[in-house]
């Protein structure tokens, strides 16, 4: 049963007057917390939503627009609270509904937003209605509301199809029917726990509008779509006929992802989103082959925005780096929607670990590389990042300079594709361990009672305690790019930069009165002296009308 709070949800009035900025989103910066490793209130070892509002002034202070929050709904944990069991409940490990509530009131007298997690694409198979699916029996409307199928062979012993799951194996299980007999099968493009819903089924989008207006009238400003590629199924749910799909995923559309139908669910959506005042938004988390693809999902009457994953897969170099980005702006100019850019989040590896590394490894990397190395492209692609026309996320504890932490045991993994060998990597613990508050303590201030995945040693030296009010520091440097860049008319905002002339291995663009020079090479380069330096992300020298800019090192100029 959810939990109801006592007391009256924020008036919708309160987010009108959060932040009073017209198109806000469009040039926001948004901070992914991760709510189980962000701040544990009660010493349990687990994050919690009560630990999250006590910092909100250190995120207030940051600089950043908008907080969105990872899923804290009730759920059995199968894979970290993307199974939910309750969309309306926080789970007891995160707090109550009460909490949720005075963290949004919070937030919004502190004038940052607040954005929450909705996943549409499956519940948890703990959800009232595939325990009552399974409960009734082959047949019944309960069985509808998922993809439900009989299997193929003499006995139904195969799956109705060949789709594999993201988590590796089959994307089928079968079920015991309540007689006691092997029965039918059901989809779940995750893990088994996650059995996904059949959109073609009106009760299916009648509950998530509810959703939407149940969180809505609490008050927060916007969702994150977890699968927003998900939802609808290619008619007849045909076979791939491809083993090693994963391979596949990103590069064609598949008849499980990215189906032209999901765009008339994101119409419906919009228009009750448009209801509330205060300029509420939609994101998009959609994994498609290209860009282009994207920007179907943000037209102007589906969703504000879509993660920008082509970039996150970006290796540190100049060409492509002038690539993904042109592209991105081409696409999202016609549709009249910001590019977005992200380096890192809680699915892949940090990108202070993927720089450390030669490019081609992909995104989840179990190797320590150079850190220094790492570091430094880190924080020179951060002021890239935060330098382009649109929207940009940070992901918690990239501001200390975090790396993702490679060595942890085998014994206290939880990520469920790590068991699942023929899935992803399953290395995902590796960017959520709890970050450091404090230099000492049972959890480097995390908590006082440990912490779920354990921190390495020298975690402390990366602390909000050790790195503030120090010249230098990766967390100075975040404070200072995230003041300039609301400060400065020429960030933010827009759909265009002008690209310079620069040596190879360098990008340079203008915005206006601002430029922004990333060295991505391995030597200095000598660039010319484009007026007052804002920033940089290491040390540089000017001479006259000549700088050198050092290797892997970014700097923001400007003529005003």
Not at 81 to 96: C, E, L, S
């Amino acid at each position: 049963m959810s939990q109801q709070p006592s007391a009256a949800p924020a008036p919708t009035s309160a987010v009108a007057t959060v932040a009073g900025r017209h198109d806000w989103w469009r040039d926001a910066v948004i901070y992914q917390v991760y709510p189980r490793s962000f701040a544990d209130s009660n010493g349990d070892g687990m994050g919690d939503l009560e630990g999250v509002r006590t910092r909100l002034p250190y995120l207030r202070d940051l600089g950043v627009d908008a907080v969105w929050l990872s899923p804290f709904y009730a759920s059995p944990q199968a894979d970290a609270g993307y199974d939910v069991a309750d969309y309306r409940a926080v789970d007891p490990m995160f707090g109550t509904l009460l909490d949720a509530d005075a963290l949004i009131r919070d937030a919004h007298a502190l004038g940052l937003r607040i954005i929450v997690d909705l996943v549409p694409n499956h519940s948890s198979d703990q959800y009232e209605w595939f325990r009552r699916a399974l409960a009734e029996g082959p047949g019944s409307p309960s069985r509808d509301r998922y993809h439900f199928r009989p299997g193929k062979g003499k006995n139904g012993e195969l799956p109705p199809n060949d789709w594999e799951s993201i988590f590796g194996g089959p994307a089928w299980t079968r079920v015991t029917e309540p007689d006691g007999t092997p029965g039918e099968w059901y989809l779940h493009l995750f893990a088994p726990e996650q059995p996904d819903f059949n959109w073609e089924h009106p009760a299916v989008g009648d509950e998530f509008r509810s959703i939407l207006r149940f969180w809505l009238d609490m008050g927060v400003d916007g969702f994150r779509i977890d699968v927003a590629h998900g939802m609808v199924k290619a008619e007849g749910l045909p076979d791939l006929g491809s083993h090693e799909q994963l391979k596949l995923l990103g590069n064609d559309v598949m008849p499980f992802f990215d189906q032209d139908g999901v765009h008339e669910i994101y119409r419906q959506w919009r228009r009750i989103l448009d209801e509330y005042s205060g300029e509420r938004i939609f994101v998009a988390e959609a994994w498609t082959p290209t860009v282009e693809r994207t920007a179907n999902y943000v037209r102007p009457d589906e969703l504000h925005q879509a993660f920008n994953f082509q970039y996150l897969g970006t290796h540190w170099d100049a060409e492509e780096l002038r690539t993904v980005i042109d592209r991105t702006l081409d696409a999202m100019r016609p549709v009249g929607a910001p590019a977005t850019w992200v380096l890192s989040n809680h699915d892949v590896t940090r990108h202070a670990t993927r720089f450390a590394n030669p490019a081609g490894l992909g995104t989840q990397i179990r190797l320590a590389g150079d850190r220094a190395l790492g570091l430094r492209r880190a924080r020179a692609a951060t002021l890239l990042m935060l330098a382009l026309p649109g929207s940009a996320y940070v992901y918690q504890g990239e501001e200390l300079g975090l790396p993702d932490v490679v060595d942890l045991p085998d014994e206290v993994r939880q990520d469920p594709a790590y068991f699942r060998g023929a899935g992803q990597d399953g290395f995902r613990d590796g960017c959520r361990v709890p970050i450091p508050w404090t230099r000492e303590g049972s959890s480097y201030g995390f908590g006082d009672g440990g912490s779920w995945l354990p921190q390495p040693a020298g975690w402390g030296e990366l602390s909000v305690e050790a790195q503030s009010g120090v010249p230098g520091s990766t967390l100075e440097l975040y404070r200072e790019a995230l003041a300039v860049r609301r400060s400065t008319a020429d960030l933010g905002a827009g759909d265009a930069v002008e690209w310079l002339r620069a040596p190879e291995g360098v990008v340079a663009f203008r915005r206006g009165d601002f430029v922004c020079v990333a060295n991505t090479t391995a030597e200095s380069v000598a660039m010319p002296a484009y007026g007052r330096v804002l920033l940089a992300s290491g040390e540089i020298t000017e001479a006259a009308d000549e700088a050198k800019v050092p290797a892997d090192t970014t700097v923001w100029w400007t003529r005003a």
